[in-house]
């Protein structure tokens, strides 16, 4: 059992960066694929970034060349760098953990979620 919480997320002005973490317990994290997705108002929930236990990542084309997703497993945590932020990128943000597949962008496959954080990026 994996448990995952989020941090970091806030308001920043278009072009600004933000990072989230998300810290895991358990001590099998290094084996899990995790991923990070995102809802908007009235939307459905969107895949952003994902990345496999052996740091393999797959990016959602919208945020390609502006964010990161990257691993510390001996932190447990994963990590979203958002850079050239815009207003479009506001939502609350999501953490995912799977343990039985690979660094996909559907969220059915994930089993472990976070509570999610907020980001806000004003115009």
């Known amino acids: 059992q994996v448990q995952l919480v989020e941090s970091g997320g806030g308001l920043v002005q278009a072009g600004g960066s933000l990072s989230l973490s998300c810290a895991a317990s358990?001590?099998?994290?290094?084996?899990?694929?995790m991923a990070w997705f995102r809802q908007a108002p009235g939307k459905e929930r969107e895949f952003v970034a994902s990345?496999?236990?052996?740091?393999?990542?797959y990016y959602e084309d919208s945020v390609k060349g502006r964010f990161t997703i990257s691993r510390d497993n001996a932190k447990n945590t994963v990590y979203l760098q958002m850079n050239s932020l815009k207003p479009e990128d506001t939502a609350v943000y999501y953490c995912?953990?799977?343990?039985?597949?690979?660094?996909?962008?559907?969220?059915?496959?994930?089993?472990?979620w976070g509570q999610g954080t907020q980001v806000t990026v004003s115009s």
């Open positions: 358990g001590r099998t994290f290094s084996t899990y694929a």
């Open positions: 995912a953990g799977s343990k039985w597949t690979g660094a996909t962008d559907r969220d059915n496959d994930y089993g472990y």
């Open positions: 990345i496999s236990w052996n740091s393999m990542t």
